[in-house]
């Protein structure tokens, strides 16, 4: 894989160099325009003197850019940008920044490329990297690939690719040093010096037999101490963290969080290495999970590209905007219901969106909870009674606090002490239905092998609008009218 020429920046540069490329651009379509709207045209646009320089600087501006950078830049850019930026990069950089951009921008890129362009892509990347891409790739593209690698990495590729995504399997890198433990740590350090350079993430040597059965880890800072004439044997660590391929990689991501892993090994059932997980892929698949979590909450059912077409936006969010609305007519319709009591009590119609608004605050709190701790593995859903009894010893707790707060303030803006008993109770209602609510949606649609935190926000929004605004008129009905 090829170098990246520079370390990555922080947001404030990453800013700045947005800001000069899109200069740059600016000024590479005024040429552009300049040179096209000659009459009679003087010259062809790739011989004048202005395109040329311009050009020049856009493509030296990218060649000491870090491939993430550029992934950044890409993504703030309008289509047409995009593409004329993606034309400048060097074809070698193409696979790592490719790897970079979000799924959508990825799409669109892709589709800029001709076969030939991306099959000289994807030979730039690693296998496990290459895992990542394929699937994104025509089919046709992808029969290309596999016969462009070695046999070896064909099937490194093909077993990556076996594995579901949230597999430690479909993370693991196949790039990792192996020692047998009767040698000598002066034999493993000549060995090492052999190699042009360590496999990224190297922090210690996987110990094997000749079957390749995993005995132990070497650690490099045991290795770089320890006396040369020792074997491997003496000094390896054989209590360590091993992860089959098949593993939850969530699971294996809270691993590495707890122990401080930077490396661990990864073994099939009869224990044979078979790969490594190392930390930039967690922290990857970590950034990734945490994305898709946020969006999944808010009913967006994959990542948008921010500049992509109108059509394509609408496609992505029109789902849950559909139940969103039905909901939403769901609790115009109950407060129809209730059109005499505001006719007669002005003041209903005031207080009535503080109840229904501090009920979805609530169980926004509650689902996030709830989805955090299935998430890490806190809580498993046999424990729903308890997570029921707790949320909903909270929310009465903090519904008679500030129901008793709203109540007083009711009472004291409207003169009414029913008016107040009619809030408090209505806020304590509604934040026990938010507590139900908060519990139930995650559990439910864990049982039934969903994501709990699938449309999770707008859910609970809609539970405790309705029934926020029915809890609220119908005692106010009941009582003031």
């Known amino acids: ?28 379509r005024l040429v552009e325009s300049l040179v096209h709207n000659q009459d009679p045209p003087r010259q062809d646009r790739a011989e004048s003197p202005g395109y040329k320089q311009n050009e020049t600087a856009l493509r030296d501006k990218l060649e000491r850019m870090h491939p993430a950078d550029i992934a950044y830049v890409l993504e703030a850019l309008r289509l047409d940008e995009r593409i004329i930026l993606w034309d400048l990069v060097k074809a070698e950089r193409d696979g790592e920044i490719l790897l970079e951009v979000s799924d959508a921008v990825r799409e ?12 000289a892509a994807a030979e730039q990347l690693d296998t496990d990297e290459l895992a990542d891409l394929v699937p994104d790739l025509p089919q046709g593209v992808i029969q290309d690939v596999f016969q462009s690698l070695p046999l070896e990495e064909r099937e490194q590729l093909r077993a990556a690719m076996s594995y579901p995504e949230d597999a430690v399997g479909a993370l693991m890198d196949f ?51 320890g006396d040369l004439d020792d074997t491997v044997a003496g000094v390896m660590v054989t209590d360590t963290i091993t992860l089959y391929a098949d593993d939850n990689a969530q699971q ?49 059912k994959e990542e948008e590209d921010i500049f992509s077409s109108v059509w394509a936006s609408v496609r992505n969010r029109w789902s849950w905007l559909a139940i969103n609305l039905i909901t939403a007519f769901m609790a115009s319709r109950v407060i129809s219901n209730f059109e005499g009591s505001i006719v007669k009590l002005v003041a209903l119609a005031a207080l009535m969106p503080i109840v229904a608004g501090i009920g979805g605050n609530s169980g926004n709190q509650t ?39 709203l109540g007083l303030l009711a009472w004291g803006l409207y003169s009414s002490i029913a008016l107040g008993m009619v809030m408090m109770l209505a806020i304590t209602l509604n934040l ?13 649609l864990l049982h039934f092998g969903r994501d709990p935190a699938l449309g999770s926000s707008v859910m609970i929004t809609a539970c405790t609008d309705s029934g926020g605004v029915f809890i609220f008129l119908g005692l106010a009905t009941l009582i003031l009218i």
């Open 1 to 28: 894989m090829v170098e990246s020429p520079t370390p990555k920046k922080e947001l404030e540069d990453l800013q700045e160099d947005l800001h000069k490329v899109q200069e740059l651009l600016r000024r590479h």
């Open 108 to 119: 669109t890129l892709i589709e800029s490329m001709d076969p030939a362009e991306l099959v």
């Open 175 to 225: 790039e990792f040093v192996t020692v047998r433990e009767d040698v000598t740590l002066a034999t493993v350090t000549r060995y090492l010096r052999r190699f042009d350079e360590l496999p990224d993430h190297t922090d210690q040597i996987f110990v094997v037999d000749r079957e390749e059965i995993l005995k132990g880890v070497l650690p490099l800072a045991r290795l770089i101490v």
């Open 252 to 300: 294996a991501a809270q691993a590495f969080e707890r122990y401080g892993l930077v490396s661990a090994a990864v073994v099939d059932e009869p224990g044979k290495l078979v790969g490594r997980l190392t930390v930039d892929r967690v922290v990857d698949y970590i950034r990734s999970k945490s994305e898709s979590e946020l969006l999944t909450a808010n009913g967006l």
């Open 367 to 405: 689902i996030t909870m709830i989805v955090r701790a299935f998430a890490l593995g806190q809580i498993q859903i046999e424990q729903a009674k308890e997570l029921f009894a707790k949320e909903l010893g909270v929310a009465l707790a903090n519904g008679l606090i500030w129901g008793g707060i």
């Open 432 to 444: 026990l239905l938010a507590a139900i609510m908060g519990v139930l949606i995650p559990v439910v």
